[in-house]
């Protein structure tokens, strides 16, 4: 038998199924997509129940496949079966490297669950709620209620003007008044 391989310019036959077809290589690089595509559905199957249906590993392992086929292909054999054969075997060691590899390492662990996630740091958001609070406190009653009915208890200004008792204008311009107040007690903006 040749070998097929990059330095044979000749015939390669493959099969598909039974029959074995005559296909003229050309460029070396042309070997790598012809065997992906006769051999590719075989070889994904097998490796699919070696690697447990895990279709990401599964993947990775047809593509390092195809590599070393593309780099021994200088010394493949050309005819089907054997080419067949050499692919699954190369693909059944690199998923028995892989299972030896995840045995040595430590297994992974998802972060997601809610007893192993880290707690995130509240300490800035405890601090900007106690630095409000205290810019709140020292805000006039009349607007501080127009604050908590607006922005904290989550009322429209209609619907702070009519618990509150006062014009929805009332509300609006006391909103704008305490907001100022606010800003200039925290610092976040100058008063014009």
Known sequence: MEALGR????????????????????????????????????????????????RQWTEDVVQE?????????DTLEREPGMLRGWLLTVARRIVIDGWRNRRVRPQEVALDI?????????????LAALTISQALVELDDKYRSVIYETYLAGNTVRQAAEILGIPEG???????????QLRKALGEVTVR
Do not use: C
């Not at 690089?29 to 070696?50: G, I, S």
């Not at 496949?65 to 292909?73: D, E, K, L, P, Y």
């Open 7 to 54: 330095e044979s310019r000749g015939q390669v036959g493959y099969a598909s199924s039974a029959t074995a077809l005559d296909v003229d290589l050309g460029e070396p690089d042309d070997l790598v997509p012809l065997l992906y595509k006769d051999f590719r559905a075989t070889l994904f199957a097998q490796v699919m129940a070696l690697t447990n249906h895990d």
């Open 65 to 73: 496949t195809m590599i070393r086929a593309w780099q021994h292909s």
């Open 114 to 126: 809610p007893e192993n996630a880290e707690s995130a740091d509240r300490t800035d958001s405890s």
């Open 170 to 180: 009332t509300v609006k311009s006391r909103l704008y008044t305490a907001m100022r």
